[in-house]
């Protein structure tokens, strides 16, 4: 379960200040994965953050009864001066796994040969999401939170990263934000719309996807009045 009570958050920009998240009250039962949609700059990936604790609300608290991941597939999970097999032990460490359990899974799982001791600052962007997807999956967390990374790789990386994340997704739940609609088909099974700093439930994931499309097709200044 993840509750959001009274959440808001605000960033100021070019002088003014932009509410993305407004006064948000909901409750997220367990035992679903959810997909995030939202048009760009609705503030998907601030929520993500703020769900993971590394961003903190203007007001407001979120409540979970299970663990959460850091959201893979953003910036900061890592530190660009270590090396893949460094990170790995260090966030063993942070979340209290064996170390070198977690260190030999990723570097099995990543298929970065030598570059699994190099510093992250020479990898690329695919790199350093193969890399952040298996220090996650490494990890078995209650809720995973996703964020644009299941494409990460060539084709046999991302069927073994759809078979993990499928098995576990058996026993734990996650919340995902992805452009490709057919993935999100793939691995959700309910979702959040969010819109001008509101949070909407969808029972139905077809439903959803059918609202947000209807939103990104509306000019930006009646976004805000659309009823779904």
Same mark, same amino acid.
């Given at each position: 379960?993840?509750?959001?009570?009274?959440?808001?958050?605000?960033?100021?920009?070019?002088?003014?200040?932009?509410?993305?998240?407004?006064?948000?009250?909901?409750?997220?039962?367990?035992?679903?994965?959810?997909?995030?949609?939202?048009?760009?700059?609705?503030?998907?990936?601030?929520?993500?953050?703020?769900?993971?604790?590394?961003?903190?609300?203007?007001?407001?608290?979120?409540?979970?009864?299970?663990?959460?991941?850091?959201?893979?597939?953003?910036?900061?999970?890592?530190?660009?001066?270590?090396?893949?097999?460094?990170?790995?032990?260090?966030?063993?460490?942070?979340?209290?796994?064996?170390?070198?359990?977690?260190?030999?899974?990723?570097?099995?799982?990543?298929?970065?040969?030598?570059?699994?001791?190099?510093?992250?600052?020479?990898?690329?962007?695919?790199?350093?999401?193969?890399?952040?997807?298996?220090?996650? #999956?490494?990890?078995?967390? =209650?809720?995973?939170?996703?964020? %644009? &990374?299941?494409?990460?790789?060539? !084709?046999?990386?991302?069927? *073994?990263?759809?078979?993990?994340?499928?098995?576990?997704?058996?026993?734990?739940?996650?919340?995902?934000?992805?452009?490709?609609?057919?993935?999100?088909?793939?691995?959700?099974?309910?979702?959040?719309?969010?819109?001008?700093?509101? #949070?909407?439930?969808?029972? =139905?994931?077809?439903?959803?996807? %059918? &609202?947000?499309?209807?939103?990104? !097709?509306?000019?930006?200044? *009646?976004?805000?009045?659309?009823?779904?």
């Amino acid at each position: 379960m993840i509750r959001f009570e009274n959440l808001t958050k605000s960033f100021e920009v070019n002088g003014q200040r932009k509410v993305v998240i407004d006064n948000l009250t909901l409750t997220v039962a367990t035992g679903r994965s959810l997909a995030l949609l939202g048009r760009n700059g609705a503030g998907k990936s601030t929520l993500m953050s703020i769900i993971a604790g590394n961003m903190r609300p203007d007001s407001g608290r979120i409540l979970c009864d299970g663990t959460i991941s850091w959201p893979i597939g953003q910036a900061g999970s890592t530190h660009p001066n270590m090396t893949g097999a460094q990170n790995a032990r260090f966030i063993a460490r942070v979340y209290g796994v064996d170390t070198e359990e977690l260190v030999d899974f990723v570097e099995d799982f990543a298929q970065l040969g030598p570059h699994f001791h190099m510093p992250l600052r020479t990898y690329s962007s695919g790199m350093k999401a193969r890399l952040s997807f298996g220090l996650s #999956l490494g990890i078995k967390f =209650d809720t995973y939170l996703i964020d %644009e &990374v299941t494409a990460a790789g060539d !084709a046999s990386f991302r069927t *073994r990263s759809a078979a993990l994340f499928h098995e576990r997704m058996s026993t734990s739940d996650a919340i995902m934000v992805n452009h490709n609609l057919g993935e999100l088909k793939e691995f959700c099974d309910a979702a959040l719309i969010l819109e001008h700093g509101k #949070l909407q439930y969808f029972e =139905d994931l077809d439903e959803a996807i %059918e &609202v947000h499309k209807r939103n990104m !097709a509306l000019p930006a200044s *009646r976004r805000g009045r659309a009823k779904g």
